[in-house]
């Protein structure tokens, strides 16, 4: 177990529909990272949040967009959904505000399928 | 980009053997990390290796780094069939995020 909580595990919506991942870091971690994996494009980091305010920005479409709250959960929103957009959605942790020196605690991820 | 490429894209091999892996990257980076990833699971950390280690052991993990050459490698000795995964290397530099490859799936066969 990662410490880092993610839900829900699996979503299934329509196209053109709007949903909302969320995500709970590891106890006293800072930084959330929020990654989209699908076969065709592999592991792709979309955006960086650290004590609430972003950080980094990574191939994040403009409709998605996230937040970080006080209590560091952080939420990443999915709207006008496409089929494209079917994948597994993780959500990553760390103490510090940069990845460079330490490792990263990965939730078990959202599966986000499209109809 | 700073994007690692690992190679092969899959491997197979038998319980017992050794499964080595390799990563190449781009630019200059301050660390390397190995991750493993079981069938759509999240990503779990193997290790991580500063620029400036040459190599660095895990138990049966042995990661090397070479940067001149810009690449990695991450050897598993007496694969087991549990060590059946996918292996992403991630780099990281100032200024940058985790940059991930797309990965080598290891096929261990009892």
């Known amino acids: 177990d990662s410490g880092v909580t993610q839900t829900p595990k699996h979503l299934i919506t329509a196209t053109g529909q709007r949903v909302t991942l969320r995500c709970s870091p590891r106890?006293?971690?800072?930084?959330v990272y929020w990654y989209q994996q699908s076969l065709d494009q592999g592991l792709q980091f979309l955006i960086q949040y650290y004590n609430g305010e972003e950080r980094a920005k990574g191939n994040i479409l403009e409709r998605f967009s996230a937040q970080q709250f006080p209590d560091l959960h952080s939420e990443l929103n999915l709207s006008s959904l496409e089929l494209g957009d079917s994948a597994l959605y993780f959500c990553?942790?760390?103490?510090?505000?940069?990845?460079?020196?330490?490792?990263?605690?990965f939730g078990q991820g959202t599966r986000l399928t499209v109809v | 980009s700073q994007q690692g490429e690992e190679d092969p894209q899959a491997l197979s091999i038998q319980e017992g053997e050794n499964a080595t892996m390799n990563c190449s990257y781009k630019t200059s980076i301050n660390n390397l990390q190995w991750y493993r990833q079981n069938s759509g699971r999240g990503l779990v950390h193997l290790i991580l290796?500063?620029?400036?280690?040459r190599e660095k052991h895990s138990g049966r993990l042995r990661v090397t780094l070479d940067t001149s050459k810009k690449s990695s490698s991450l050897l598993i000795t007496a694969s087991r069939a549990a060590d059946t995964a996918s292996y992403f290397c991630?780099?990281?530099?100032?200024?940058?995020?985790?940059?991930f490859g797309p990965g080598t799936r290891l096929s261990v066969l009892p």
């Open positions: 990553a942790s760390t103490l510090g505000d940069h990845p460079l020196n330490t490792e990263a605690f």
């Open positions: 106890s006293g971690d800072l930084s």
């Open positions: 290796i500063r620029s400036n280690e």
């Open positions: 991630a780099t990281s530099n100032y200024g940058q995020n985790f940059v």
